[in-house]
């Protein structure tokens, strides 16, 4: 049921190695804890596996998390702990490897299972998403329903953004080359490179200088529409791990001053070794304690620009993050409308007349993106939405008409999607303060 990696060999013994899976899935399918942290807590406290063990492992939870409905729908007709039946349905690697470690009763129920087509079942086992989450995304997407669910099965490919502070991006192009990875160009960001598999890259010494971080070309579109210039006074309002901080600062080439606000301070330590690579000395990372913090007052109407990268339910990065769609539900999603709106409310105080305000998410879901903006819109007349297509074009970005939604020549918004984009799904919002 799972891709085979090529020419891959186990170190351990198959029997063993699916136990381990079996584990795994069981303990991720708790839910009391995001599905990465899981998996990193196992190699942790089992420190002898092997790249390969870890690849199988990983992928396994993974796969059994994208297709959890179908696998649901399987499970009923094998015998043994559920967990185990699900692991075997999902199992990353060779075949007749898998069958080694199955018993024959295993063997023949996989068998019967293989044999299923997928397009003959139900809807719900075919695209493997909650109810509350579809009915939104068919009424954005029509026809386009299914290939972003195609898409979010896959799993997310990998793009870095170049510091254009430290490198260029036709260097470090050939520098990965040099090493026998092939990096392309992304298609929209000009700091972005998209490259096949998962090479391991902190060994690199262009990562050690600070020449590259791992970030979605999406990330970086949201840090561009910010646009900050040199000397300005900015804030990323909801810096998390730093990825869009470290894109401004080196846009604003080391001056001005950058804070990078969180609410979490362990995010923000966790930050500054990226920090100290980057080469940047103009980004001051400061822990508030809530959108109204003191610090944020002291700031109020100084700022040039603000980026709100909103705490979002994440349904943009199912791609990598498939246990969210299950951990999430409509009851979330309200409340975390009610946390967006207040967060974008307090970070627009910061402006100076003049100034820019983007509010951005990784969610797919019109609630937590169009109706956030239009309703900050009419509460805030003193803050005129700006055109994206248009901010886009400003900046360069070829065929940026492609990545907008919203108004009447639909370039109001940014609106990027999985299928269409290869990114993961964002939205953004741009105002400029009166």
């Known amino acids: 049921m799972g891709k085979v990696p090529?020419?891959?060999?186990?170190?351990?013994?198959?029997?063993?190695?699916?136990?381990?899976?079996?584990?795994?899935?069981?303990?991720?399918?708790?839910?009391?804890?995001?599905?990465?942290?899981?998996v990193s807590r196992f190699f942790r406290e089992h420190r002898g596996l092997g790249p390969r063990e870890r690849a199988t492992l990983a992928e396994t939870v993974y796969t059994v998390l994208r297709k959890k409905l179908l696998f649901d729908h399987f499970a009923p007709s094998g015998s043994g702990p559920k967990e185990r039946r699900l692991a075997i349905l999902g199992f990353y690697g060779p075949g007749d490897f898998l069958r080694s470690a199955l018993t024959e009763q295993?063997?023949?129920?996989?068998?019967?299972?293989?044999?299923?087509?997928?397009?003959?079942?139900?809807?719900?086992?075919?695209?493997?998403?909650?109810?509350?989450?579809?009915?939104?995304?068919?009424?954005?997407?029509?026809?386009?329903?299914?290939?972003?669910?195609?898409?979010?099965?896959?799993?997310?490919?990998?793009?870095l953004r170049v510091n254009a502070f430290k490198a260029k991006r036709a260097d470090v192009q050939k520098e990965l080359a040099a090493l026998g990875i092939k990096a392309v160009p992304t298609p929209y960001s000009p700091w972005g490179l998209r490259i096949a598999g998962k090479p391991s890259l902190n060994k690199m010494e262009a990562f050690k200088r600070g020449d590259f971080e791992v970030q979605d070309e999406g990330s970086q579109l949201l840090a561009m529409l910010l646009d900050a210039k040199r000397g300005e006074m900015v804030v990323d309002f909801c810096a998390g791990a730093g990825g869009k901080t470290l894109a401004i600062g080196a846009a604003m080439r080391s001056t001005g001053r950058l804070?990078?606000?969180?609410?979490?301070?362990?995010?923000?330590?966790?930050?500054?070794?990226?920090?100290?690579?980057?080469?940047?000395?103009?980004?001051?990372p400061a822990a508030i304690a809530h959108e109204r913090d003191e610090r944020v007052?002291?700031?109020?109407?100084?700022?040039?620009?603000?980026?709100?990268?909103?705490?979002?339910?994440?349904?943009?990065?199912?791609?990598?993050?498939p246990d969210l769609k299950w951990r999430q539900n409509q009851t979330a999603v309200d409340e975390m409308t009610v946390k967006q709106t207040a967060i974008l409310?307090?970070?627009?105080?910061?402006?100076?007349?003049?100034?820019?305000?983007?509010?951005?998410?990784?969610?797919?879901?019109?609630?937590?993106?169009?109706?956030?903006?239009?309703?900050?819109s009419e509460a805030n007349p003193d803050f005129v939405?700006?055109?994206?297509?248009?901010?886009?074009?400003?900046?360069?970005?070829?065929?940026?008409?492609?990545?907008?939604?919203?108004?009447?020549?639909?370039?109001?918004f940014l609106r990027l999607w999985p299928h269409r984009h290869q990114t993961d799904g964002f939205f953004a919002a741009v105002w400029q303060r009166q």
């Open 259 to 284: 804070y990078a606000f969180d609410t979490s301070a362990g995010r923000l330590d966790a930050f500054k070794s990226r920090l100290a690579r980057s080469g940047l000395s103009n980004v001051h």
């Open 6 to 38: 090529v020419g891959q060999s186990q170190a351990m013994h198959p029997k063993a190695l699916l136990d381990a899976c079996s584990e795994l899935v069981r303990l991720t399918l708790k839910f009391d804890h995001p599905a990465d942290a899981i």
């Open 385 to 412: 939405p700006l055109d994206v297509g248009e901010v886009l074009v400003g900046l360069k970005v070829e065929n940026a008409a492609n990545l907008c939604s919203g108004g009447d020549n639909q370039q109001r």
């Open 106 to 159: 295993e063997i023949n129920w996989l068998d019967q299972c293989e044999k299923i087509k997928i397009e003959d079942l139900m809807e719900r086992h075919r695209h493997n998403l909650p109810e509350w989450l579809v009915q939104p995304l068919k009424d954005q997407l029509g026809d386009g329903f299914w290939p972003l669910v195609e898409s979010f099965n896959k799993g997310a490919g990998l793009d």
């Open 297 to 321: 007052k002291r700031l109020s109407g100084k700022i040039d620009r603000v980026l709100v990268d909103a705490p979002c339910t994440g349904m943009g990065t199912l791609r990598r993050n």
């Open 345 to 376: 409310q307090s970070a627009a105080r910061l402006l100076k007349s003049g100034g820019r305000l983007v509010y951005a998410t990784c969610s797919v879901l019109p609630q937590e993106n169009e109706a956030i903006a239009l309703a900050f």
